[in-house]
């Protein structure tokens, strides 16, 4: 096949996109998680504002994602940011906000009432029962949030380099505008098996930071 010929004569171009992407993506949806997290436990205890936050992020993720890359060039051109990365990670970190806040609001309102009653009952304070029963309980919720954050936008960021940002959408973008079948191919074959090597990597992480002996919780719809 003509793209595995091109992919090995110019496996140090697909090896430096690979990483790039990897990194874009990394970025994006690690300062997700640091704010979708604290955010998905905020909310638990405020059904209105919860309803509030999931729809606002809700309507982000229906927003298309060539359409809200256009949106932030001109706006962040102001700060001399209009394409390049800066806009590709704003647009990843929004678009990771749905799943990581709704898995965390749900795994955390989940769990057992009776786990709480007994933390109570030896004495542990809210923020104790949060950091030592609630958390560990709702990591593995957590955690799929954050694999299906990475997932879909393993994808979304492939389009990314229509503003410059790079990654393996690269081979994509050239495939396209240069009518070179082998590019087009090899950009999507890359983004693929990313997305499905990435998960498989959180999914076993996800298992080993699931404490032994947590009773897991019932994924979010």
Do not use: C
């Amino acid at each position: 096949m003509e793209w595995i010929q091109y992919a090995i004569s110019n496996i140090d171009v697909l090896i430096t996109r690979t990483l790039e992407h990897i990194a874009l993506v990394g970025l994006a949806v690690g300062i997700a998680t640091l704010t979708g997290v604290p955010i998905g436990i905020a909310i638990t205890k405020n059904e209105r504002l919860a309803k509030n936050v999931l729809y606002l992020a809700s309507i982000i993720v229906t927003i298309p994602s060539i359409a809200l890359f256009g949106i932030m060039i001109p706006v962040l051109s102001i700060i001399g940011h209009g394409i390049g990365y800066v806009p590709a990670v704003i647009a990843v970190l929004l678009y990771s906000q749905l799943p990581i806040i709704r898995n965390t609001y749900t795994a955390i309102n989940n769990v057992d009432p009776a786990l709480r009653e007994a933390a109570r009952g030896i004495g542990m304070s809210q923020n104790q029962r949060l950091q030592k029963v609630e958390i560990p309980l709702a990591i593995p919720i957590i955690m799929a949030g954050v694999r299906t954050a990475v997932v879909l936008n393993i994808g979304v960021m492939a389009i990314a380099a229509y503003i410059g940002a790079g990654g393996l959408g690269t081979f994509i973008s050239r495939g396209i505008s240069q009518s070179d079948p082998r590019q087009l191919v090899l950009g999507a074959i890359a983004v693929s098996l990313l997305a499905v090597i990435v998960d498989y990597a959180l999914l076993y992480l996800q298992k080993r930071l699931t404490p032994k002996g947590m009773t897991t919780l019932p994924a979010a719809d």
